[in-house]
């Protein structure tokens, strides 16, 4: 048979529609981050830039921090493992930690890039140094009466503010043997917590569907009330869980259980809704020149910023 033939023959002989399909997240989309303008997701799938799979760690991904240009994930696996691992923009993996038996919810890196920190099940919030991730730099500065849902390094690196389920929030003053600020204005548990990029004020998201603002010495500004709720709200449900905030020198968003990626003002007024999808959570948010980035299940959604 002539080449050309078998060539052509071959061709039309491969099964049609068996192409390859770019890989796509798989759930909840759990951690953001804007690297030298390019934004960075993880989920179950992976770690993406943009819409390119770059690395699959080795366990389940609760969040995902920059720390300059290098990416410090935290995870493990349910009653089995907490790690942190360290990847690089290219998705190289560069180091990896185990920190206890459960599950890291949430981690953190400090301003000059050489600390880290940790939030965990088990009610401990720990830093470790960064990115070389040894296992004798770990120590435990505070812990909780119960899971740990956010830590977060102050933009000054001069606070670690930590998040808990029993309520509580931790303001302590990043240097050694420094006793916290303890906030217990929540009604319920805490999910989430932003500083202002000055470092001046807290902003902190609960179970109660209430964020709370403070001073970094701990009095409480203000309080938004019924963040998330659909206008038809009658009040019996469950509240909705304030799942994540971020501020930038313009804004200060955050997104919610109930779908709502939302505003809070600086000034007076209530919350506002940039948009919202029905029983779609919102697991983490991001913010880049021009547009909100939002994390929600397989999904990462890019809004537009309105108008100030």
């Not at 070389?132 to 690196?157: C, K, T």
Request: charged share 15%.
């Amino acid at each position: 048979m002539h080449p050309l033939r078998v060539a052509v023959f071959t061709l039309l002989a491969a099964p049609l529609g068996q192409a390859a399909e770019p890989p796509k997240h798989l759930g909840p989309i759990t951690g953001i981050a804007v690297v030298g303008g390019q934004i960075y997701s993880v989920s179950q799938a992976g770690i993406f830039r943009e819409a390119k799979r770059l690395a699959k760690p080795p366990f389940r991904v609760m969040s995902m921090m920059a720390g300059g240009p290098l990416l410090l994930l935290g995870g493990g696996q349910p009653a089995a493992s907490g790690d942190v691992a360290v990847y690089d923009s290219d998705g190289d993996s560069l180091a990896k930690l185990r920190l206890g038996d459960d599950l890291v919810y949430s981690v953190s890196v400090s301003p000059d890039g050489k600390t880290a920190a940790a939030a965990m099940t088990d009610g401990r919030v720990l830093t470790f140094d960064f990115p070389g991730l040894n296992l004798d730099s770990v120590a435990e500065v505070n812990r909780h009466q119960a899971i740990v849902r956010a830590v977060a390094f102050s933009p000054n690196g001069q606070w670690l503010a930590s998040a808990g389920l029993d309520g509580l929030v931790l303001l302590t003053p990043h240097k050694p043997k420094a006793k916290p600020i303890v906030l217990a204005d929540h009604s319920a548990g805490v999910e989430s917590l932003a500083f202002a990029p000055d470092s001046s004020q807290l902003a902190t998201g609960s179970r109660d569907s209430r964020v709370r603002l403070h001073t970094i010495g701990g009095r409480l500004l203000r309080t938004f009330q019924g963040v998330g709720e659909p206008p038809n709200a009658t009040g019996f449900g469950q509240a909705p869980r304030v799942l994540c905030l971020d501020w930038s020198e313009t804004w200060l968003i955050g997104g919610t259980s109930t779908g709502y990626v939302f505003r809070l003002p600086s000034g007076q007024g209530n919350w506002q809704p940039l948009h919202r999808e029905k029983a779609s959570p919102v697991y983490a948010l991001g913010q880049s020149t021009g547009q909100i980035v939002a994390g929600k299940p397989s999904q990462l959604l890019k809004l537009p910023k309105p108008a100030k």
